[in-house]
């Protein structure tokens, strides 16, 4: 059972425009949100966060925003710049358990 | 990230043979995972351990087994390898001292068995 969905493993964007990647989830007692981003032959690297207190999280170009009632948080970047390309993965985490499941990805492209 | 360590970067072994892949850290955190990565699946979890005397299984545990030696090593072994085990590996730490630590990453093994 896939706790944590990345539906789409694809996105193409033009270059200084806004890419919106979602991730959905089903366990109710997650409260840490995290997206990773990655590139090919380097491990994930964190890229921002956010907690179940908050719906939203800014953290210069990158934006999380989390709805609960909906199960659902999105990573907003503007604008999208070409070393933006990589795969981008997000993960959650239930209070207490220090234990991360990830989606499986989604791989952005943002063309020159 | 420099500061946790993966030897090898890349091994090539064969069914039926034992392998151990190493994970050093200098970042002095405490708890360190193990997780592995398909085409299509994303990261899963392996095993994970919170300090030297604490080990948890995670979601893919079966056919792998680890070993923390020190807070800065966590190794995972695989006593005797399948096909399907074939993936790239990532070893990861994060701090308990921080209410809402990220994981920190090292860059991977590529295992591929034969």
């Known amino acids: 059972d896939q706790q944590v969905k990345q539906n789409s493993p694809s996105l193409s964007v033009q270059e200084g425009r806004i890419s919106i990647l979602n991730c959905d989830y089903t366990n109710s007692m997650f409260d840490y949100f995290l997206w990773y981003k990655k590139y090919p032959a380097e491990g994930p690297t964190f890229l921002i966060s956010?907690?179940?207190?908050?719906d939203k999280n800014e953290d210069g170009r990158f934006t999380v925003f989390l709805n609960k009632s909906a199960k659902h948080l999105s990573l907003h970047i503007v604008p999208s710049q070409p070393g933006d390309s990589a795969v981008y993965f997000c993960a959650a985490s239930a209070e207490g358990t220090y234990k991360y499941i990830f989606g499986t990805g989604t791989r952005l492209k943002v063309l020159a | 990230d420099a500061d946790v360590t993966q030897t090898p970067r890349n091994r090539i072994t064969k069914t039926g043979k034992r392998i151990m892949l190493e994970c050093s850290q200098t970042?002095?955190?405490?708890?360190m995972y193990w997780y592995r990565q398909d085409p299509g699946l994303g990261l899963r979890l392996i095993y994970y351990s919170f300090d030297v005397k604490d080990i948890n299984k995670g979601e893919i545990s079966d056919g792998y087994s680890v070993s923390r030696q020190a807070q800065a090593k966590f190794s995972l072994s695989l006593e005797s390898a399948i096909p399907n085990q074939t993936a790239l590996y990532f070893c990861?730490?994060?701090?308990?001292?921080?209410?809402?630590?990220?994981?920190?990453f090292g860059n991977g093994t590529r295992l591929t068995v034969t």
């Open positions: 970042k002095g955190h405490d708890r």
């Open positions: 990861a730490t994060s701090d308990s001292r921080e209410l809402n630590s990220p994981l920190h």
């Open positions: 956010i907690s179940s207190i908050k």
